[in-house]
């Protein structure tokens, strides 16, 4: 969904709240990461924060207060921190001069003793259509990782339109997501 001019938070917040009711914009597989059906494109990648308990716990602390979205994307939401299954959150970004309002679904968590995460799923007035799983993976070898994986496609005739753009700025996102993660537990 856009808009010619950045929406107001009360605006935003009541959207928050009607969006309870929309259903996914695809064929939901239970936040697996396997997309429902051809067409989509599959993306994973992953950046090394560093080694150890300390930076895990930063990094988990750190997904918690969404700081993985890069400067130029609010996150509007109505918990101040962490995901809850069934939560909504839409980020809202200036692109081209018009304001687009992605609104998402948290489908479910991704926690265990060495990994900290969540998976969300797109709503119908969603640019794109897909899931996006964003984790922290504390591996055997002590090394701490920040993991983004997503299955998508284009959903507004805009995004498919502009192909090449949309997927530029979802190749923006990754960069500088990564760049904001690594940045905050350094």
């Known amino acids: 969904m856009f808009h010619l001019s950045k929406p107001a938070p009360e605006d935003l917040a009541a959207r ?3 969006w309870r009711a929309e259903p996914l914009s695809y064929k939901h ?3 697996t990461g396997i997309p429902p059906e051809t067409g989509f494109i599959v993306d994973a990648h992953e950046v090394l924060l ?4 300390s930076v895990f716990q930063s990094a988990g602390a750190a997904l918690d207060e969404w700081k993985m979205f890069p400067a130029w994307a609010e996150v509007a ?3 101040v921190s962490g995901q809850e299954p069934g939560e ?3 980020m809202q970004v200036r692109i081209c001069g018009l304001w687009w309002v992605n609104p998402c679904r948290i489908l479910r968590r991704c926690d265990g003793p060495r990994s900290h995460g969540f998976v969300y799923g797109t709503l119908p007035e969603h640019a794109e259509c897909g899931e996006e799983q964003f984790v922290i993976e504390w591996r055997a070898d002590d090394s701490v990782w920040y993991v ?3 299955f998508s496609r284009p959903r507004h005739w805009m ?3 502009a192909f090449p753009l949309a997927r530029w700025w979802q190749c923006r996102f990754v960069r500088d997501s990564q760049a904001r993660m690594k940045g905050a537990v350094s």
């Open 77 to 79: 939401r109505i918990r």
């Open 16 to 18: 928050l709240s009607e």
């Open 88 to 90: 909504i959150v839409a």
């Open 29 to 31: 597989q239970g936040g």
């Open 50 to 53: 560093g080694r150890g308990e």
């Open 159 to 161: 995004a498919w339109a």
């Open 148 to 150: 983004i994986r997503a």
